[in-house]
């Protein structure tokens, strides 16, 4: 009993004497170690995913593949950042055969008169829209792509959100990776430009740190695919054996759950380092957070594991912690007694003779704060 008395005692102790200070004393180096600990751990896991994205980024361009045809599906809603040049990217891809299918469910989307527009602008290029199908569930982008997936005329589909601007050997670059006849779903690392605002830049920040080593580092040491929808190349058997459409309507997650089951299918889901731009110009803070707090939820509950290391993957917090902490020096305060007597741990009685603050505090190492005790600097 005495031992953890003096133990507690050791740790926080608390002095007061009339005419005297209350010296409190905290000990924190259990705290600050743990945090030290941590910090490190973070920066090893920050060191490895930044060596294995170097890593895989660096990797040799595939050698030209078949080219086959492609149909490239594109569901829109509203008027996105740099819409029309988006659109026009696409349309003019260095590709022998392909065709754009944009669909919105909304038949007054004045996303459509853009496309209507690109269409007029590059007449070789088949182009349809498509507008007002039915839903099937309860997820926007799935019942917009229900409405142009039974359009295709070709065998493979890709799907292209409508805020990604890809360079000319983008879909080149997507079928070099068919060369491997084990492929069923072809995904792309993202980038954001364009930003004039701060939640965009905020946006693009996030793209080019977080989002491209999550899925490199995923990718490299794990093997699992973490695939974001913006930009999804695969074979319409492919996506039929997994579902299809089907199977993820009622799901936020679409892009990630296509690709588990096409992985359950037995067929590998590969990445290309062919960077697409996603453009983001102008973002509003509220829009920035709200996405991304949405994302995080869906992230904790598709698989907990991985989204409690992300704290790994941002040391930066856990830095600062451990910079404005007082290492390694203790923590005391005092105060100023205003004449009331208090009872010592242990003590008999409140009216027991408490120690003075000067031999508390040399008794608990202070000797830093010298206004602990007025009446002598060695505390």
């Known amino acids: 009993m005495s031992t953890a008395?003096?133990?507690?005692?050791?740790?926080?102790?608390?002095?007061r004497d009339a005419g005297a200070r209350a010296c409190v004393h905290v000990d924190l180096s259990p705290l600050l170690h743990a945090s030290a600990l941590?910090?490190?751990a973070a920066l090893v896991f920050t060191a490895v995913a930044h060596v294995s994205t170097h890593a895989l980024l660096g990797r040799r361009?595939?050698?030209p593949g078949p080219r086959p045809p492609i149909s490239i599906l594109r569901p829109v809603r509203g008027l996105d950042d740099g819409l029309r040049d988006n659109l026009a990217a696409l349309a003019a891809q260095d590709y022998p055969q392909f065709e754009i299918l944009v669909g919105a469910e909304d038949p007054d989307d004045p996303a459509l008169s853009v496309a209507a527009q690109v269409r007029r602008d590059f007449p070789r290029t088949p182009i349809r829209i498509v507008a007002g199908g039915p839903a099937i569930g309860h997820n926007p982008k799935v019942n917009n792509l229900a409405q142009l997936l039974p359009l295709a005329n070709h065998p493979y589909v890709l799907v292209s959100d409508s805020n990604v601007r890809p360079d000319p050997g983008y879909l080149a670059a997507l079928a070099d990776e068919l060369a491997d006849s084990r492929v069923g779903l072809v995904h792309n690392v993202l980038v954001g430009a364009g930003e004039r605002s701060v939640g965009a830049l905020l946006e693009?920040?996030?793209?080019?740190?977080?989002?491209?080593?999550?899925?490199?580092?995923?990718?490299?040491?794990?093997g699992i695919p973490v695939v974001i929808g913006k930009s999804m190349l695969m074979h319409r058997d492919d996506l039929e054996r997994a579902g299809g459409l089907a199977a993820v309507k009622d799901l936020l997650a679409e892009d990630y759950q296509l690709a588990r089951r096409i992985c359950a299918a037995g067929r590998v889901v590969r990445l290309s380092t062919f960077p697409l731009t996603t453009v983001?110009?102008?973002w509003d803070l509220r829009r920035f957070l709200s996405r991304h707090l949405r994302?995080?939820?869906?992230r904790r509950r598709q698989h907990l594991g991985f989204y409690a290391l992300e704290l790994l993957g941002q040391p930066t917090p856990l830095l600062l912690l451990l910079c404005s902490s007082p290492w390694p020096a203790p923590i005391s305060r005092c105060t100023a007694n205003r004449r009331r007597t208090w009872p010592w741990p242990g003590s008999r009685s409140s009216s027991s003779p408490t120690p003075r603050c000067g031999s508390a505090c040399a008794a608990n190492r202070c000797r830093s704060s010298p206004s602990c005790w007025p009446r002598s600097r060695t505390c």
């Open 38 to 40: 941590a910090c490190g």
């Open 204 to 222: 693009n920040l996030h793209l080019a740190s977080f989002v491209v080593a999550a899925v490199c580092t995923a990718e490299a040491l794990a």
């Open 295 to 298: 994302w995080a939820q869906m």
């Open 61 to 63: 361009p595939r050698p």
């Open 5 to 15: 008395r003096d133990d507690l005692a050791a740790r926080l102790s608390i002095a």
């Open 280 to 282: 983001n110009v102008r």
